[in-house]
């Protein structure tokens, strides 16, 4: 069972843990592989599911070989979904450096009409979107101010999205913005045809049981933008079907990763506010504050499980994690033959961007080389699950599959955003809510035919649950194993 016991709030009944043992044995929500060679570790297939990505097929295998003869001549255009944030800034770095591969015919963001602004001024989208009329209508103003001779069509709000992302002439859209927000507009897309450059974690995550079916259906190729996914995407490059054994995921650690289990819990006993301060600062990457505590917590991690579920098959049995403090190895598979296949690079969000709107070439780009004597040592070690059980919960939550995903993500991001408000809720009450919200959600689970209505309804209610929730389990006490 899962060693989680001790977060359990007094409050709180009999504990997700016990009733989701990582043994469990669920109905998957999409067709088992049916090759002649079956990945796995113990090469039965039990647990793989068709993978999201264009991998770990005879038809993958063709299509990667068939894109890459065609050369690094290719055009591109896209659509950039949250064009004003990390991903999306990154992404038209990325246009700037290759600007004979790359064409952007749409742009959607959140608020900052004056960013947006310049980005239409500068890359001409046939669509732009922000979330309000408010900020659509100051966009109007500012371009109309500066003289824009080419004004695109200004939309807002989540009809605005999805205009953006199904945008006609785009073939690939590249899916930046957070939250449940991102699973329509990348549906809508899909049905279309369009590729997907996935940034949204949600889309997997909570969508896994809808996307992946239809990615099936449409033939689109679904390819990661971030780190990790990037990482094994690449390294599966080649492997053919029936190869992979295992996937391996690594992971900085977050901001306590120097830590014992005594130490951590007893500084979220005497000091919460220097908890809050570190738990909020990565010593590796620089990302937003939602992914950022996401890392300290190591549910980052845990998301990342059932996200490489989806996207390349693996069994959760197969899905290990490392801690690499470095960030330099984002991480590895290992074939049937026990090799183990790696890929390098600095942190650098931008070269996982651009391989997932380029794939599966190869562009050149002026990024500083790696250097390994500059580094020095690669470490590793195996993460502590007692003292970071959002693993386990994300583990247990993959295993049941349906729509516990969904809660577990939706609860995952309210205790994290009510935590950042300093609303009182300590670092150690987050897995307290999300393990409640799973027990609760038991009730309702629902594993066969899962629609979006069903995903986008969990989503709701797991929010719900934790906003109620919060006040009974502040200050909480921890219970010892």
């Keep these: 069972s899962i060693a989680i016991g001790f977060f359990l709030a007094s409050h709180q009944a009999s504990g997700f843990s016990t009733n989701l043992p990582l043994s469990l044995s669920t109905k998957q929500s999409t067709s088992s592989l049916n090759v002649f060679s079956v990945s796995g570790s113990t090469g039965t297939g039990e647990g793989w599911i068709d993978p999201s990505a264009p991998v770990n097929s005879a038809a993958s295998l ?46 959607s963001a959140g608020n900052n009409a004056k960013l947006m602004a310049d980005q239409v001024m500068k890359y001409s989208p046939k669509v732009a979107s922000l979330s309000t009329p408010e900020a659509a209508a100051e966009l109007k103003s500012l371009l109309k101010e500066r003289g824009c001779t080419d004004m695109p069509e200004i939309v807002h709000g989540a009809e605005g999205i999805v205009e953006a992302a199904t945008v006609g002439s785009a073939d690939t859209v590249v899916t930046g913005i957070v939250g449940a927000a991102g699973l329509l507009p990348t549906i809508e897309a899909i049905k ?32 990661p933008a971030d780190s990790e996914h990037s990482a094994i995407f690449q390294c599966l490059q080649g492997v053919p079907p029936g190869g992979l054994r295992r996937v391996i995921l690594t992971a900085s650690g977050g901001a306590f990763r120097d ?42 991690k845990g998301l990342e499980v059932i996200e490489a579920h989806y996207l390349f098959g693996a069994s959760y049995d197969d899905i290990d994690i490392v801690i690499h403090p470095q960030s330099i190895v984002h991480s590895m598979v290992e074939t049937q033959d026990t090799s183990c296949i790696a890929q390098l690079g600095w942190a650098d969000m931008r070269l996982p961007i651009v391989y997932s709107v380029s794939w599966p070439h190869r562009l ?74 799973m027990e609760a959600h038991k009730e309702d689970f629902k594993v066969d035919d899962v629609t979006l209505d069903d995903i986008l309804s969990c989503d709701a209610w797991a929010r719900e649950y934790v906003a109620e929730n919060t006040k009974n389990v502040v200050n909480a006490p921890i219970l010892s194993t």
């Design 364 to 437: 050149k780009m002026p990024y500083k080389p790696l250097n390994l004597a500059e580094i020095g040592s690669l470490t590793f070690k195996a993460p502590d699950t007692e003292k970071y059980p959002c693993i386990s919960l994300a583990y247990a939550a993959g295993k049941k599959g349906g729509t516990m995903t969904a809660v577990l993500n939706a609860a995952n991001e309210a205790a994290n955003e009510m935590f950042r408000e300093d609303v009182g809720l300590g670092f150690l009450d987050i897995p307290k809510l999300i393990e409640g919200a």
């Design 259 to 300: 830590f014992s289990k005594e130490e951590l819990f007893k500084m979220c006993e005497e000091d919460p506010r220097a908890v809050q301060k570190k738990a909020t600062t990565h010593p590796n990457w620089d990302m937003g504050a939602k992914i950022t505590l996401d890392s300290a917590t190591m549910m980052n």
């Design 192 to 223: 279309l045809g369009k590729d997907i450059a996935l940034a949204n974690k949600e889309t997997l995550i909570s969508g896994g049981p809808v996307i992946n079916p239809l990615v099936e259906k449409h033939g689109i190729n679904m390819l």
């Design 62 to 107: 063709q299509k990667t070989l068939d894109e890459s003869l065609k050369g690094s001549t290719f055009k591109k255009r896209i659509s950039i979904l949250g064009s004003t944030g990390s991903i999306g800034t990154q992404t038209l770095d990325i246009v700037d450096a290759c600007p004979d591969n790359f064409v952007v015919d749409a742009l």
